[in-house]
């Protein structure tokens, strides 16, 4: 028979074989030839991941090289791949599109002169201007102002702005802060910007100058109403004075000196200082035989001024506008002052024991005063000592020694004896 020779199977090297046609066999064991992921997920990142085995599921052999080192620094694709397409051009976007809705927004004023006015010389008008991008065209715009009197709105409507006579015309590169734009012969002053002017200028690279105010109108000030001042009612107000200083009067005894007039001579008075309402009332001290009328009061009562020809206020047109003026100002067909023309009038604290005062061009020496006058002085001013003063004259002392009596004749009373000698 035939002897069979058994040999051992054992894997063929394929690689050991030369690249020649009919050496390239297939390996009917491999059925997997997908290729390995070289990314993974870790929280939600990408990351690269070293594969362990080939196309087929064959283990590649271990390496310690890095990828990366393994690219050439100075790599050019181009060299490898060809040049890259170019990118198509973008599309043309004309300024109508680009521009649309985009307007540059600054604030200013113009002067406006007025004739035929005392009240005012000029006037300061705010104003708006607005220059839109897409066509470069300009309008300015007025706010309108309440009763202002005025036509007011829209000034210059929206067209492009001619600016000298070679056919130029203003652009947005001639606008900054704080110049004078000329529209047809009238100068406007810009002040201010908005936000996207002020960005969008920065990014065309025109610096803007410092924001500026605009000055306020002079006849607009003049016809604004004060603001309203609260004021806190101290705690001595009218209707306390009135309540707490009724009746209540302040008596002094005062020497009226006319020595410096012709046929002049020292007359005894009574001051009365009434605290209710602080007004000043004079009486005249009549003596028996003193060859006078018998009309008491001296003075009215009223508020004295400490200076009647000190006053204030003048008159212009129709109008009176109080303010510090000559004493001459006041007119001198009015009679009666009032707080408005007068600052200073007579209080408590300017009198004093022994002291001269002048009222309405007389003087009046106070040499004494009664005990109610005393308490309130002290309770006060914390005056202690109010001494009075002898300002009797040597001929009325002469006359009170020489005068007697005559002695009671029996009818009556010893009083009416008295009182009939008094009359």
């Known amino acids: 028979g035939l002897i069979q020779h058994q040999f051992p199977s054992r894997p063929v090297n394929m690689a050991s074989l030369p690249f020649l046609p009919g050496n390239t066999f297939t390996d009917p064991t491999k059925q997997q030839f997908h290729r390995n992921q070289t990314l993974k997920y870790t929280n939600g990142y990408a990351l690269p991941k070293k594969p362990l085995r080939g196309i087929g599921g064959e283990l590649l052999p271990p390496t310690d090289i890095n990828p990366a080192e393994l690219e050439v620094p100075d790599a050019n694709p181009a060299l490898t791949y060809g040049q890259a397409r170019p990118e198509p051009p973008q599309d043309f976007v004309p300024a109508h599109v680009a521009f649309d809705k985009k307007v540059l927004l600054f604030g200013g004023y113009f002067k406006q002169t007025v004739h035929e006015s005392r009240d005012e010389f000029y006037r300061i008008r705010p104003v708006k201007i607005y220059y839109y991008l897409e066509d470069d065209s300009i309008s300015v715009v007025e706010p309108v102002i309440a009763n202002s009197g005025i036509p007011q709105g829209k000034l210059i409507k929206r067209h492009r702005l001619p600016k000298n006579d070679l056919g130029e015309f203003w652009h947005w590169k001639d606008f900054n802060i704080g110049i004078d734009l000329i529209f047809y012969g009238k100068v406007f002053h810009v002040c201010h910007c908005d936000k996207f002017t002020e960005d969008f200028m920065e990014s065309e690279g025109i610096v803007l100058n410092s924001n500026e105010r605009i000055p306020n109108d002079p006849y607009a000030e003049s016809r604004r109403l004060p603001v309203y001042q609260y004021e806190t009612p101290s705690s001595f107000d009218k209707l306390k004075q009135f309540i ?28 009365h200082y009434y605290l209710v309402d602080d007004s000043v009332e004079i009486r005249e001290v009549h003596e028996p035989n003193d060859g006078r009328d018998p009309f008491p009061v001296l003075l009215r009562r009223q508020k004295l001024p400490k200076d009647r020809y000190n006053t204030k206020g003048t008159y212009i047109g129709i109008r009176r506008i109080f303010d510090s003026t000559p004493p001459e100002s006041f007119p001198s067909c009015v009679l009666e002052l009032t707080e408005r023309e007068v600052d200073s009038w007579f209080s408590p604290a300017d009198f004093a024991m022994g002291k001269t005062l002048f009222m309405n061009g007389r003087k009046f020496l106070i040499y004494d005063c009664d005990e109610f006058t005393r308490r309130y ?28 009596f005559p002695p009671y004749n029996g009818f009556g009373l010893p009083e009416d004896s008295l009182r009939s000698e008094e009359r």
């Open 377 to 404: 002085y002290f309770k006060t001013f914390g005056v202690k000592e109010m001494t009075p003063i002898d300002v009797s004259s040597p001929r009325a002392r002469d006359a009170a020694a020489q005068r007697t």
């Open 244 to 271: 707490e200083m009724d009746r209540k009067v302040l008596r002094f005894y005062c020497i009226w000196d006319d020595r410096d007039s012709m046929f002049g001579e020292m007359r005894a008075c009574i001051l």
